[in-house]
């Protein structure tokens, strides 16, 4: 969704003019079907997270440690495509 793309936009456009690169390493450990209707689509997943930020020379500015992460994501039928439409993080 354009709101979604923007979001992420603004935070690689942050980046790049403070010269560092983000570098996330997440992997999905459980995903879990919560509803599913002929528009929406409700999942939970279970994810292992870590990010670490660099310089332009590659060295690391700030790290976030490994941690686990649960993630309601909800899909949107557009037209014959599903899109994400939200996800939200699960304290």
Do not use: F, H, M
Not at 18 to 45: H, Y
């Amino acid at each position: 969704r354009p709101r979604l793309v923007a979001q992420v936009d603004q935070q690689r456009a942050a980046d790049v003019a403070a010269g560092q690169t983000l570098i996330v390493d997440a992997s999905v450990t459980s995903l879990e079907l919560v509803s599913r209707q002929p528009r929406r689509i409700e999942l939970k997943a279970d994810l292992n997270y870590t990010d670490r930020t660099t310089d332009a020379a590659g060295t690391v500015v700030d790290r976030t440690q490994p941690r686990n992460l649960r993630i309601t994501y909800i899909l949107g039928r557009d037209g014959d495509q599903w899109r994400l439409t939200a996800y939200i993080p699960q304290g």
